[in-house]
């Protein structure tokens, strides 16, 4: 029986002392998928990314994968799924040798020095320089992209990646990028990526999942906002930024609820409006543009005080209000459009 | 003050001559660490890894009994290690006392925790993100603890040589094991106890050198070593 759903997970929780907690009630991720996780530092995404990688087994309830329940599973199924940490460790030897070492554990030394040049010049990291390193020869970045061949030289089922572009530089992490998009196109490999990098994320992934305080609280790019919550008149609950402005939602259910606000809720000003019964207006600065090839309409990042709010408008809309990346514009929205999260 | 100076140029003129009680000495000190250090890094580096990679109860108690065996004074180990193969002895019957193989084995006594003491902290000092990157490149168990010893071989070898350090130096064991017999059981250290016993500080400096020379040449090797691996 061959199963297209990959992973399912069902009332999944995990407990990591008495500080947080991991709970995802229902997850399904077919097979070839590309599935990306975004989300604030803590949020859980490096968790779910062990769990899902086979790595974490201390958690309660279901999780199925090719429709066997992943706790029964041996070592051999350890082989079709790989995953690169965000701080990936490379082994005290030379570069060959780090990217070889997977291959040599399976038992698979026929070509195993074409391969291992092959994966290395995926990366962008020439064989005739690199190989011979040793791997304290190599930058933070290099060190990285080492580490990311060394999985992609395996030929995953699954390959499982945690912040691949963070803390390396601009080529790196373009290298790493066009590396990991070749192995999906060549392999159709199934992707799971947890990144700050949205725009790329959104790029390579069928189905993007926002992931706050241990839950998944959102789809796509939905933009999240945490509490604290403060009461406010007329039943209004109220957030206030860094830079005085406050954010108002109708009466949050609880001084940390998270409120999911629906990018095609938000308006896009020149002007700061006035008389207008939305209760949010925000002053920010555009921070990226790009277009959204699913609905066919132009995503806007705009940064206010720190907090990035993911706008969806018409190209239309976005040349007429001459919007470029460091414009100042006026964000509204109702108070009634957040949603808020159980 | 010149008695000092005079005993290092006498000492170069020993080393240069080949004064054959000199070498007697250097290499009974060669014979009897080469043993011990064997013994104790084949006993060590298993028991040390064992006790730094797995969990079992009691592994504290274990752990604080090995690192206060560090501090062992040589006459103890000494002491006990006569008892044992003294002709009273249990194991009296095997004439290891004043043989060299006697001073190997209460060399190994000694210096065999240091060995397990910084293997296992080698071990437990391990980057978690090893074993997951281990683990994810498909790793069995098996391969897991190889590749970790592998990983932290170069602490490993920090270990034998501060192991060696202490062998060679030590005076205690074989004073008390091999009794300084001359031309069989002298080692380098007891030689220079005994010849500054006498005031002859000449041959004492001399095997002094010869000391530091052998441990320069140890650690040399380490630097060599941990380049190449």
């Not at chain 1, 990311?148 to 945690?162: C, E, F, G, M, T």
């Not at chain 1, 572009?165 to 992707?191: C, F, H, M, P, Q």
């Amino acid at each position: 029986m061959t199963h297209t759903m990959l992973y399912r997970l069902q009332k999944l929780t995990f407990r990591y002392g008495e500080q947080f907690e991991l709970d995802i009630p229902s997850l399904m991720m077919e097979k070839g998928g590309s599935f990306g996780f975004a989300g604030p530092n803590g949020s859980g995404k490096t968790t779910l990314l062990k769990i899902l990688a086979l790595l974490e087994k201390g958690y309660e309830g279901c999780l199925l994968f090719n429709g066997r329940d992943a706790q029964g599973l041996g070592d051999t199924v350890r082989t079709k799924v790989t995953y690169l940490l965000q701080d990936p460790y490379l082994l005290k030897r030379s570069v060959f040798e780090n990217v070889a070492w997977g291959l040599k554990v399976r038992g698979e030394r026929h070509g195993l020095r074409h391969r291992v040049n092959e994966a290395l010049q995926w990366v962008g990291l020439d064989p005739k320089i690199y190989a011979s390193r040793r791997w304290n020869e190599v930058s933070g970045g290099e060190a990285k992209r080492v580490a990311l061949a060394s999985r992609l030289v395996l030929r995953p089922q699954v390959l499982i990646l945690d912040e691949p572009t963070a803390n390396v530089d601009r080529k790196s992490a373009l290298r790493i990028r066009n590396a990991i998009e070749r192995i999906r196109e060549e392999d159709g490999v199934t992707l799971v990526i947890a990144s700050h990098d949205e725009v790329w994320l959104h790029d390579i992934s069928g189905l993007v999942l926002r992931v706050s305080g241990g839950r998944i609280v959102g789809e796509g790019t939905d933009n999240i906002i945490h509490g604290p919550w403060i009461s406010d008149v007329s039943d209004l609950s109220k957030k206030k930024l860094p830079d005085g402005q406050w954010i108002y939602g109708a009466c949050a259910p609880h001084v940390h609820s998270v409120a999911v606000l629906k990018p095609s809720s938000i308006i896009i000003s020149k002007k700061p409006p006035s008389e207008i019964s939305a209760q949010n207006i925000l002053s920010g600065v555009v921070a990226h543009m790009w277009e959204d090839s699913a609905s066919e309409k132009v995503r806007v990042e705009i940064d206010i005080s720190g907090t990035t709010f993911n706008c969806l408008i018409t190209h239309y809309a976005a040349e007429d209000l001459k919007l470029l990346p460091g414009k100042k514009v006026w964000v509204v929205f109702k108070a009634s459009s957040l949603l808020w999260q159980q | 003050m010149g008695y000092i100076t005079d005993g290092i140029l006498k000492a170069f003129q020993l080393l240069v001559t080949g004064d054959p009680e000199t070498y007697s000495a250097v290499f009974t000190t060669l014979k009897t660490t080469s043993l011990s250090i064997t013994a104790s890094l084949i006993i060590g580096i298993p028991a040390g890894f064992f006790l730094g990679y797995r969990e079992f109860r009691g592994k504290r108690q274990v752990r604080t009994f090995v690192d206060t065996l560090l501090a062992l004074p040589t006459v103890v180990v000494g002491l006990f290690v006569y008892a044992f193969i003294s002709r009273r002895g249990p194991l009296g019957s095997l004439g290891l006392l004043f043989t060299i193989p006697g001073i190997a084995v209460a060399q190994t006594v000694l210096v065999t925790p240091i060995v397990v003491s910084l293997t296992a902290t080698a071990i437990e000092g391990l980057d978690e993100r090893m074993r997951v990157t281990l683990i994810t490149l498909g790793a069995d168990r098996f391969r897991i603890a190889l590749a970790s010893l592998r990983e932290a071989r170069y602490a490993v070898l920090t270990a034998a040589v501060t192991a060696y350090g202490r062998a060679i130096s030590e005076v205690g064991v074989s004073m008390m094991i091999g009794g300084n017999i001359k031309w069989h059981t002298r080692t380098i250290t007891t030689a220079i106890a005994l010849e500054t016993g006498k005031g002859d500080f000449s041959v004492g400096i001399a095997l002094g050198v010869v000391l530091l020379l052998l441990a320069f040449v140890v650690n040399w090797g380490l630097i060599v070593l941990k380049k190449r691996v």
